[in-house]
């Protein structure tokens, strides 16, 4: 089993900022994707911003420009997502997911973290 530890989320106005950390604990675990997905109040979970093994970033096209998914390279199980110009249309619930393999398993193993909530309001 991988957990993983969130942190960063909270209150803000809106054009405000945050920033998001996700980490596994598990040295072992090695990464596929990992990035943050997110569920506004009523609707279903969607993604927000994901990054390779490679380095290669998607974002979602609502949080282009104003988003930053990063990768801390020495210790690559851990990323950040920068959130600037934050809407009230980002609130929700925010996930942290990562996607890998255990030694010696061909299995892709797919975890979630608990949330955060993230609220974005005058």
């Known amino acids: 089993q991988v957990q993983l530890e969130e942190s960063g989320g909270g209150l803000v106005q809106p054009g405000g900022s945050l920033r998001l950390s996700c980490a596994t604990a598990?040295?072992?675990?090695?990464?596929?994707?990992m990035g943050w997905y997110r569920q506004p109040p009523g609707k279903e979970r969607e993604l927000v911003a994901t990054i390779t093994f490679r380095g290669d970033i998607d974002y979602a096209d609502s949080v282009k420009g104003r988003f930053t998914l990063s990768r801390d390279n020495s210790a690559k199980n851990t990323v950040y997502l920068q959130m600037n110009s934050l809407k009230p249309e980002d609130t929700a619930v925010y996930y942290c997911?990562?996607?890998?393999?255990?030694?010696?398993?061909?299995?892709?193993?797919?975890?979630w973290g608990q949330g955060t909530q993230v609220t974005v309001s005058s």
């Open positions: 598990r040295d072992s675990f090695s990464i596929n994707t």
């Open positions: 997911n990562a996607k890998g393999y255990m030694p010696y398993d061909e299995v892709l193993y797919d975890y």
